[in-house]
């Protein structure tokens, strides 16, 4: 079982940047991956982006890239969402999650650990 605790989420002005930080603990395994996925009010919860900590390599939406950067920390316990020129359709709950398989797969039903989300809300 892995914990995850988000934190960063807050009110911000489109165009503006918001870093948000998803830390870990419990049973991690250094081939898996961590992915941000968000849900915005009476909508599916969708992918956002995904890293494998021991490889490095990323993935992201089509509706967020060159915009979004994901990453981990040194210690492999923490990743983080650096967002950058925020638009209102941005506004979501974000979730970390977790999963164990090296892949990195955007369907939400593949990842098995999630933490309780932190709210990005980005005014016009």
């Not at 650096?82 to 990195?104: G, I, W």
């Not at 309780?116 to 980005?122: A, C, E, L, N, R």
Request: charged share 15%; aromatic share 12%; hydrophobic share 35%.
């Amino acid at each position: 079982q892995v914990q995850l605790v988000e934190s960063g989420g807050d009110l911000v002005q489109a165009g503006g940047s918001l870093r948000l930080a998803c830390v870990a603990s419990g049973r991690t395994f250094s081939s898996s991956v961590m992915g941000w996925f968000r849900q915005a009010p009476g909508k599916e919860r969708e992918f956002v982006a995904a890293i494998n900590w021991s490889a490095g390599n990323t993935r992201y939406a089509d509706s967020v890239k060159g915009r979004f950067t994901i990453s981990g920390g040194a210690a492999r316990n923490t990743v983080y969402l650096q967002m950058n020129s925020l638009k209102p359709e941005d506004t979501a709950v974000y979730y970390c999650a977790h999963q164990r398989s090296s892949f990195l797969y955007t369907s939400r039903y593949q990842y098995v650990d999630w933490g309780q989300g932190t709210q990005v809300t980005v005014s016009p």
